[in-house]
């Protein structure tokens, strides 16, 4: 599967995780965004669940096991390169998860992962949409809204 230049739009998740006051980011270690801090996420793999893809992302990323509580996002990132030409597009979810107790470590394609004090955010390079993610799952935690993401359905 061609990440850049795809033949059709491929499916990624991420996972907002908070820990207290601090959100889960990690640095890319791959592009787009090579370099930029994001939550951690990736794409489903064919025949996966999108939760079975949420935890096995975090865990390759960052060595946390989580739980999918909810969807907090559906983003669309269409990435054209200098001529127009469509270089990356993705369909992104993102879902507000609790992580069991450890440390984060960065593994995989991340070249760096930490919980990060929400007031600190504004220092970090991240991704597009990242900051707005974080701001709604924020939100939901405080909120008694019914799940958006039922996976039995």
Known sequence: MNRRYPECPLVGV???VFR???VLLVRRGTEPAYGKWSLPGGLVELGESLEGAVC???AEESGLE???VDLVAALDRVIPDASGTIEYHYILLDFLCEAKQGEPLAASDALDCRFVPLHELSGYSLTAGAREVIRRALDRTGGTACPIYVPSL
Do not use: N, P, Q, S
């Open 14 to 16: 991420g996972a907002v």
């Open 20 to 22: 207290g006051d601090r």
């Open 56 to 58: 096995r992302e975090v």
């Open 66 to 68: 989580v739980k999918v």
